[in-house]
C-alpha cells in the first residue's frame, strides 16, 4: 500500500493533527505552515525533520497528497476549498463551515474537485457511541425519540496580541494591552460550536435535523462580551424525534460532554465527568434503576491520553484508510453540512427570539444510510455492568 503524503495548516490545533499522522501508518507529514514563527518553533519540537513553512502557498507548492485544514473556523472553508481545487484531499477542524453559502460553495468545490473533504469531528470516535449505535440496532431502548447533547467549555481567552497570545479582557486591562483583536470564538454564537455534540447523535440515530428553534441566555460574563452566555436548540429530525443540545462557552465551570437518549423501552445516559454509561433497557424493570456500563471515551487497549481521551487519532486513522483504500470518508462533505448547517440556523433562529427555522439539505440527491459504521466498527463484547448506586438516594 501507498503512503498518504499530508500537509499541515495551521499549527494550533494542528499540531494535535501532526503528533496523530506521525502515528498512523501510512501517512507521512510532508510540512506544516503557519505564519507565526514561535508556533512553528513549537511544533518544531515534535517534529524536528519536517519542514516547517510560513505561507500555505508554499505548502501545496510541495503537492501533497492531502491537506489537514486547522486554522480558524471563520478561514476553514476558504483553506479548504484552495486545497481541494490544488489537487489535494481535505481533512478540516470543526466547525467545517460558517455560514450556509459556504456549505454550498464547499460542497460544490468536491463535486468539481473529485477529492475527497472529511469533517474532523473527533467526538463521533468516542467509544461508548459504538455501544449505543448496536443498541438502537438492536432495539434495546426501543425507538429513540429523544435525545440531547451538551457542550460546557469555558473559554474566556478571546483576546489575540500580536504575537499570537490569547488573554481574557481583564488580564488585557490589567497588562495594558490594548493592541488585540477578538479572536474568531469571541463572537461565535455558542450553538454554532455544537458539532461535537449533534454529530454523534445523528451517527448512532443515523438521521438529520430538518428544523431548529433556538433561545440565547443573557450576555452578562464580563470576559466574552461579545457572544451570549450559552444556547439552547431544540432539533427536529427527518425521522421525527427531538434533540436538544445545549452549549456555553462562557460559563466558569469544569469543561463536559454530556449525551443522553430517551427510548420508549428504555433510557441511555453517558456524562464525562463520570467516565462510565448508565442504561435501563428493555429487559430491566424501572424499578430496579439504572445499571452502570464500564464504557467510555477509549477502548480499553487503547491509549487515552493521544488527544481528547483518545479520540483524535481516529480521525487520521480513517482519513488515510480510506483515501488510500480509495473508499467514502466516514463523515463527508455532505455529512460536514449536516452536523454544521442546524447550528448556523439555530443562531440565526436565536436572533429571531426563537422563530422556527427549516434546515436544507445541501445535497444534489436523496441522503444515503451513513457511511460512518462503514469504518467503525460495533462492539461485539457486552460489558459486565453493576447497578448505580446514587450518592444521596431520593424516595419517591
Known amino acids: 500500500m501507498r503512503t498518504l503524503r499530508v500537509g499541515i495548516l495551521g499549527l494550533g490545533r494542528g499540531r494535535a493533527h501532526l503528533r496523530n499522522f506521525m502515528r498512523v501508518e501510512n501517512a507521512e507529514v510532508v510540512a506544516c505552515a503557519d505564519r507565526v514563527e514561535w508556533i512553528r518553533e513549537r511544533a518544531k519540537q515534535i517534529a524536528p525533520d519536517v519542514p516547517m513553512l510560513a ?51 464547499l460542497v460544490l468545490a468536491v463535486q468539481m474537485t473529485g477529492k475527497q473533504y472529511m469533517l474532523a469531528e473527533n467526538s463521533c470516535f468516542l467509544d461508548f457511541l459504538r455501544y449505543w449505535r448496536r443498541w438502537v440496532l438492536e432495539r434495546r431502548l426501543g425507538e429513540i425519540s429523544i435525545a440531547e447533547g451538551e457542550y460546557l467549555h469555558y ?41 461535537h455534540d449533534l454529530g454523534p447523535l445523528l451517527e448512532v ?57 430517551f427510548g420508549t423501552l428504555g433510557s441511555a445516559e453517558w456524562y464525562s465527568h463520570e467516565g462510565f454509561c448508565r442504561i435501563l433497557d428493555r429487559d430491566r424493570e424501572e424499578r ?39 473508499r467514502p470518508v466516514p463523515i463527508d462533505v455532505h455529512r460536514m453540512c449536516d452536523y454544521s448547517v442546524p447550528g448556523i440556523l439555530a443562531a440565526r433562529s436565536a436572533e429571531l427570539g426563537g ?28 460489558p459486565e455492568r453493576w447497578d448505580y448506586e446514587s450518592p444521596t438516594e431520593i424516595r419517591f
Open 55 to 105: 505561507e500555505y502557498e508554499e505548502l501545496l507548492e510541495l503537492e501533497p497528497d492531502a491537506i489537514a485544514v486547522c486554522t480558524n473556523g471563520r478561514m476553514q472553508a476558504r483553506h479548504s476549498i484552495q486545497a481541494l481545487k490544488a489537487g489535494c484531499h481535505v481533512l478540516s477542524e470543526v466547525p467545517g463551515v460558517f455560514t450556509v453559502e459556504e456549505a454550498h460553495q
Open 155 to 195: 473559554l474566556p481567552n478571546t483576546m489575540l496580541t500580536e504575537d499570537n497570545r490569547r488573554l481574557t479582557p481583564s488580564a488585557c486591562a490589567e497588562e495594558s494591552i490594548f493592541d488585540v483583536v477578538p479572536c474568531w470564538r469571541a463572537d461565535q454564537p455558542p450553538i454554532q460550536y455544537l458539532t
Open 205 to 261: 440515530l443515523d438521521d438529520r435535523v430538518v428544523s431548529v428553534s433556538c433561545r440565547e441566555g443573557p450576555w452578562w460574563q464580563t470576559q466574552t462580551p461579545l457572544r451570549s452566555d450559552g444556547q439552547i436548540a431544540l432539533f427536529q429530525t427527518a425521522a421525527g424525534r427531538l434533540i436538544k443540545i445545549t452549549v456555553t462557552l462562557s460559563t466558569r465551570r469544569p469543561g463536559a460532554h454530556n449525551y443522553r437518549l
Open 288 to 326: 430496579d434503576g439504572w445499571e452502570c456500563v464500564p464504557i467510555g471515551t477509549a477502548r480499553p487497549d487503547q491509549d487515552k491520553s493521544v488527544g481528547h481521551g483518545g479520540t483524535d487519532i481516529w480521525t487520521a486513522h480513517y482519513f488515510t484508510q480510506a483515501i488510500l483504500e480509495e
Open 355 to 382: 422563530q422556527p427555522i427549516s434546515v436544507p439539505d445541501i445535497r444534489t440527491g436523496p441522503r444515503a444510510p451513513t457511511e460512518f459504521w462503514q469504518h467503525v466498527d460495533l462492539p461485539e463484547d457486552e
